[in-house]
């Protein structure tokens, strides 16, 4: 998803979404963002609706979550930690996962608790969070 615009990024899932309700064949990128789109059920109702959604704004001043971003976020996350980029984060995380004995769910709550704090704070408290938890 490197370098989509913000209609195009949204209008994969989009995509995604109705492929899967037509039991049409995905892609791999597809599968993974299924895969996350069904971890939220608070959007399906929103990826139902593609001409109401397509061009929403969401701004966080307003306390809004924007769904694609949420998303996307998700599966740069997942793509970070399959490429182990920035090196060493693979192994930081499965040490974290390990040590707290978190469950996949517990991990996706976790990252959803992450996500949000992007919209809520800038990048650089996100992080020195981050740098905490390693160190952790």
Known sequence: MYKLSRHQSRQFFFDTWHKYHHQELLSDMEKIALNIILLHPEYHSILDDTERYHDKDYPP????????LHMSMHIAIKEQLSIDQPSGIKERFNRLQKKNKMSTKQCTKLWSALLKCCGKHNVTNLHRMHQSTLNA
């Open 61 to 68: 001043e307003m306390g809004n979550t924007n769904p694609f």
